[in-house]
Nanobody, 119 residues
Framework: VQLQASGGGLVQAGGSLRLSCAAS????????MGWYRQAPGKVRELVATITSGGRTNYADSVKGRFTISRDNAKKTVYLEVNNLRPEDTAVYYC??????????????WGQGTEVTVSS
């Protein structure tokens, strides 16, 4: 199972981006998908998650500004990031867990996409 993240970039404060993460490989099912981020010198933290049924969970710091969604047919999770702040600067990682076609569980990370917000 592989996850390919894209959509990061350099934006000014107040700007927006749309991050995408596509899963591929021997996937039988995808349960939760999510986005995490790691700022320089800090530990990786949860940004948002979404279940296969569409239930979402957000970090308090991004509520009202970020929106997570998924397209199950495309095996893709999205993160709309609006009203960006300099403190949102980080490498954003996607994550997914589920079962492979061999009925083995997986918990996979994408390679990360960098978001830099200038003030």
């Amino acid at each position: 199972v592989q996850l390919q993240a894209s959509g990061g970039g350099l934006v000014q404060a107040g700007g927006s981006l749309r991050l995408s993460c596509a899963a591929s490989g021997s996937i039988f099912s995808i349960n939760a998908m999510g986005w995490y981020r790691q700022a320089p010198g800090k530990v990786r933290e949860l940004v948002a998650t979404i279940t296969s049924g569409g239930r979402t969970n957000y970090a308090d710091s991004v509520k009202g500004r970020f929106t997570i969604s998924r397209d199950n047919a495309k095996k893709t999770v999205y993160l709309e990031v609006n009203n960006l702040r300099p403190e949102d600067t980080a490498v954003y990682y996607c994550n997914a867990d589920g079962l492979t076609t061999y009925f083995r569980s997986y918990n996979q990370w994408g390679q990360g996409t960098e978001v830099t917000v200038s003030s």
